[in-house]
Nanobody, 115 residues
Framework: QVQLVESGGGLVQPGGSLRLSCAAS????????MDWFRQAPGKQRELVAE???????NYAESVKGRFTISRDNAKNSVYLQMNSLKPKDTAVYFC?????????WGQGTQVTVTE
């Protein structure tokens, strides 16, 4: 079993920055991908950014140029640096880990962008 714990969410003004962290623990083996999703009230969960073990990255169009995903394989952790935040970025952010056919989710961390 794998556990994911996110941290770093909070309340920030438009234009501000936050850095989310997600640490994985448990039975992690082999190659795995980690990514960040978000879900705003009344909306479907959407992919924000993903990074493979080989550090290939992909971003949603809405966050390109503002968000940066990174990972530390030694720590089984993934990070999301969020700059130039906008009110539309307000959502619960979830970390996901995919290992083979197994998918694991964190509990989510709230990000609120408001004046």
């Amino acid at each position: 079993q794998v556990q994911l714990v996110e941290s770093g969410g909070g309340l920030v003004q438009p234009g501000g920055s936050l850095r989310l962290s997600c640490a994985a623990s448990g039975s992690i083996s082999g190659s795995y991908a980690m990514d960040w999703f978000r879900q705003a009230p009344g909306k479907q969960r959407e992919l924000v950014a993903e990074v493979t073990r080989l550090l290939n990255t992909n971003y949603a169009e809405s966050v390109k140029g503002r968000f940066t995903i990174s990972r530390d394989n030694a720590k089984n952790s993934v990070y999301l640096q969020m700059n130039s935040l906008k009110p539309k970025d307000t959502a619960v952010y979830f970390c996901r880990l995919i290992s083979g056919v197994k998918v694991y989710w964190g509990q989510g961390t709230q990000v609120t962008v408001t004046e």
